[in-house]
C-alpha cells in the first residue's frame, strides 16, 4: 500500500475572508492551506514547534500591513518561506517588504491557479533548503564541535571544566535575551578555550588556579583568542562564531582587542557574552563567591554590556543551589561538581563546575585504581535543591 504524501502546511493572510475562502479551494490538492483574516490573526497562528513551510501574505491590511506582519513572521518563523500576494503596491512599498519581510516571491492579483501553485511550490523547495541548512548547523555541525570539545578535555581537563562553567553561565544569560543566532554565541562559549593547547604547562597551571601570571606570560594568555579562532576559522559556518572569539577581550566602552575604534552594540553579541562570562569565572577562580564576583563586575560595568550584566545579575540572584556528596561508583554524567575533585594525596584531579561526561567518570575511575586514589565522597550540586524563581520577560538586545 503506498504511503500517501504529506502535503506542506502554507498559511494565508488577508483582510478579505472571500479571497481567502477562494485561495483554499484552488490549492487544497496540493497544499494543506490555513488562513487567517488579518495580520493579528496571522501572528497568532503561527507556532515555533510547528511551522508552516510558507506564509502567503497581502500587503494592503487594516493596523499592520504586509511589510510589517512579515517581518514579524521572519523573527517568529523563520526557517518558514514569505511570499507576497497584492494588487496595491508601489515599487517603494515592494522594496520595503521584501526588504523587511526578507521576501523569497511576489506576486500581484489577479493571479491564475497554475502561476500561484507554482510560486509555492518554489516557495516549498526553498524551505526545505533552510530547514536542511539549519540541521547542517544544530547537528552536523555542533557534532564536530563537540569532537573538539572532547579532545579539549583530554588535553586540559581544567580549560575544559572552565568551557563547561561559563557554558552554564552563557546558557542562563541567554535565556533572559532576545538574540539572533544563538547557536554562535553558545559556540563561541566553549571553543574560546580551545586555545589554552598553546600555552606552557606551567602558564596553565597558574591560569587554572587563578595565579598572579608574570608579564610574558600575560601576553601568551592575551593571545589565546587569537589561537582559538585560528583553530576553528577553517571549519565550515564557524565564521560567527570566530568573530565572536576575535572580540572576546573587548570592553563594551571600546577598550581591549582589538583597537579598532569598535564600542558598544557594535561589538558582536557573542564577543560581549564571552568578555562577561569570562571574566566572572576569573574572578571565582581566585577565591571569590559569586556574590562577591558579581558585585566586582558591577565596578567594571564600563566593560560589559548592561543588559546583559543585568540579564546575569538576574540569573544569579535566583540561584539557590545545594550541593550533596556522593560516590564514585554513584556519579552519573550530567552531574556538575560543586567542589574539586583530589586523590588522598591532595592532588587536585579535576577542577570544580566541571560537568560530568562519561569520559569523565572513566578517567577518574582510572585515577581510582592507583595507590593515592580518588579522595571520596564528591560534591556535586544537587539540582533538586534549587528553587524555583519567576522567569523574567525576555530582553531584547542588539
Not at 48 to 68: K, Q, R, W, Y
Not at 93 to 121: E, S
Not at 174 to 195: F, I, N, S, T
Request: hydrophobic letters at 50%; charged letters at 20%; proline letters at 6%.
Amino acid at each position: 500500500m503506498t504511503t500517501p504524501v504529506e502535503r506542506p502546511r502554507i498559511l494565508l493572510v488577508d483582510d478579505e475572508p472571500n479571497l481567502l475562502d477562494g485561495l483554499r479551494r484552488q490549492l487544497r490538492r496540493d497544499f494543506t492551506v490555513e488562513t487567517a483574516v488579518g495580520a493579528a490573526n496571522g501572528l497568532f497562528a503561527l507556532k515555533p514547534d510547528d511551522p508552516f513551510a510558507v506564509i502567503v501574505s497581502d500587503f494592503l491590511m487594516p493596523g499592520i500591513n504586509g511589510a510589517e506582519f512579515l517581518a514579524a513572521a521572519a523573527k517568529a518563523a523563520p526557517t518558514s518561506t514569505r511570499m507576497l500576494l497584492t494588487g496595491h503596491t508601489s515599487l517603494a512599498d515592494a522594496a520595503i517588504t521584501v526588504n523587511q519581510g526578507r521576501v523569497f516571491r511576489m506576486l500581484l492579483k489577479p493571479v491564475d491557479t497554475d502561476t500561484m501553485t507554482a510560486a509555492l511550490r518554489d516557495c516549498v523547495t526553498q524551505h526545505k533548503l533552510v530547514v536542511s541548512e539549519r540541521e547542517l548547523l544544530e547537528r552536523t555541525l555542533q557534532g564536530s564541535v563537540k569532537a573538539l570539545s572532547d579532545v579539549l578535555s583530554l588535553a586540559s581537563p581544567a580549560a575544559f571544566g572552565r568551557a563547561a562553567r561559563m557554558r552554564r553561565v552563557a546558557s542562563a544569560i541567554l535565556d533572559r535575551v532576545e538574540v539572533e543566532d544563538r547557536w554562535a554565541a553558545e559556540l563561541a562559549v566553549e571553543m574560546a578555550q580551545l586555545g589554552i593547547v598553546a600555552l606552557p604547562p606551567t602558564v596553565a597551571a597558574k591560569l587554572d588556579t587563578g595565579a598572579e601570571l608574570a608579564l610574558a606570560e600575560q601576553q601568551m594568555v592575551d593571545e589565546l583568542p587569537a589561537v582559538a579562532e585560528q583553530l576553528i576559522s577553517p571549519i565550515p559556518r564557524m565564521a560567527p562564531v570566530a568573530d565572536c572569539i576575535h572580540y572576546s577581550r573587548k570592553g563594551f566602552d571600546g577598550s581591549g582587542t582589538p583597537a579598532d575604534g569598535v564600542t558598544g552594540d557594535r561589538i558582536p553579541f557573542g564577543g560581549r557574552l564571552l568578555r562577561l562570562v569570562q571574566d566572572h569565572d576569573a574572578l571565582l577562580l581566585q577565591g571569590m563567591s559569586p556574590t562577591v564576583a558579581l558585585a566586582t563586575l558591577r565596578t567594571r560595568s564600563r566593560l560589559y554590556d548592561p543588559a546583559l550584566l543585568e540579564a546575569f545579575s538576574s540569573t544569579a540572584a535566583a540561584a539557590a543551589e545545594t550541593i550533596r556528596g556522593v560516590m564514585l561508583a554513584d556519579l552519573q554524567a550530567g552531574m556538575v561538581l560543586a567542589a574539586a575533585v583530589r586523590n588522598r594525596s591532595d592532588v587536585l584531579l579535576v577542577n570544580a563546575g566541571q560537568e560530568v561526561t562519561v569520559g569523565l567518570i572513566t578517567r577518574l575511575r582510572n585515577f581510582a585504581a592507583l595507590e593515592d586514589g580518588v579522595a571520596e565522597p564528591l560534591m556535586v550540586l544537587d539540582e533538586s535543591g534549587v528553587s524555583a524563581a519567576a522567569e523574567p520577560a525576555p530582553v531584547a538586545i542588539g
